[in-house]
């Protein structure tokens, strides 16, 4: 049984900086293309960030290309999601998302998902 546990979020200010991490359990880790989405309060959960098993290719919604940073510790079974320069229209839950076939994306979201992590940007 595939387990995924978000850690790192909190209340920054705006300009700021967070790093959140998932750990995967319950299973090989490098079986699995993993990502990240967010779901703000009174919208649809959205696709923020995707990376491959081996970590060599990486993909971005627009609204955060060049403020976060995804990445992945083969090693320890985690995958992280650097998020810089942040917006008040950051703030959401975010949610750590693992799928063995398919790297998720704005169109795909694998089986697995996280409990989420709060990020509160303030203004």
């Known amino acids: 049984q595939v387990h995924l546990v978000e850690s790192g979020g909190g209340l920054v200010q705006a300009g700021g900086s967070l790093s959140l991490s998932c750990k995967l359990s319950?299973?090989?880790?490098?079986?699995?293309?993993m990502g990240w989405f967010r779901q703000a309060p009174g919208k649809e959960r959205e696709f923020i960030a995707g990376?491959?098993?081996?970590?060599?290719?990486?993909y971005y919604t627009n609204s955060v290309e060049g403020r976060f940073t995804i990445s992945r510790d083969n090693a320890g079974n985690t995958v992280y999601l650097q998020m810089n320069n942040l917006k008040p229209d950051d703030t959401a839950v975010y949610y750590c998302?693992?799928?063995?076939?398919?790297?998720?994306?704005?169109?795909?979201?694998?089986?697995?998902w996280g409990q989420g992590t709060q990020v509160l940007v303030s203004s």
């Open positions: 990376i491959t098993w081996s970590g060599t290719n990486v």
């Open positions: 319950g299973d090989t880790f490098t079986k699995y293309a």
């Open positions: 998302n693992a799928d063995e076939w398919q790297v998720p994306s704005r169109k795909f979201s694998g089986v697995y």
